[in-house]
Nanobody, 111 residues
């Protein structure tokens, strides 16, 4: 069974950057699609970005041009580089691999 540990959240001012990381501590990795989701208070969890094992990337329109998803199969890591952050990006961000969710990491963007 896959296990995930996320890190990298925090508080940043609008226009700033953060990089989220997700490491798979147990289980296979390279064959799976990986994704980042986020959930803001009072809202449903939504897909932010996904990356298949074959390299196909998908972004939500709200983050296109600002966020970049990547993976390192050798390290079993998934990354989300977030630039030009805005207050509406404030949410708990979750990594998803092989049907398993990470614990979530809080991202807060101040005006």
């Amino acid at each position: 069974q896959v296990q995930l540990v996320e890190s990298g959240g925090g508080l940043v001012q609008a226009g700033g950057s953060l990089r989220l990381s997700c490491v798979v501590t147990r289980g296979m990795f390279s064959i799976y699609r990986v994704a980042w989701y986020r959930q803001a208070p009072g809202k449903q969890r939504e897909l932010v970005a996904s990356l298949t094992s074959g390299g196909t990337i998908n972004y939500d329109d709200s983050v296109k041009g600002r966020f970049t998803i990547s993976r390192d199969n050798a390290k079993k890591m998934v990354y989300l580089q977030m630039n030009s952050l805005q207050p509406e990006d404030t949410a708990v961000y979750y990594c998803l691999v092989a049907g398993t969710w990470g614990q979530g990491t809080q991202v807060t963007v101040s005006p």
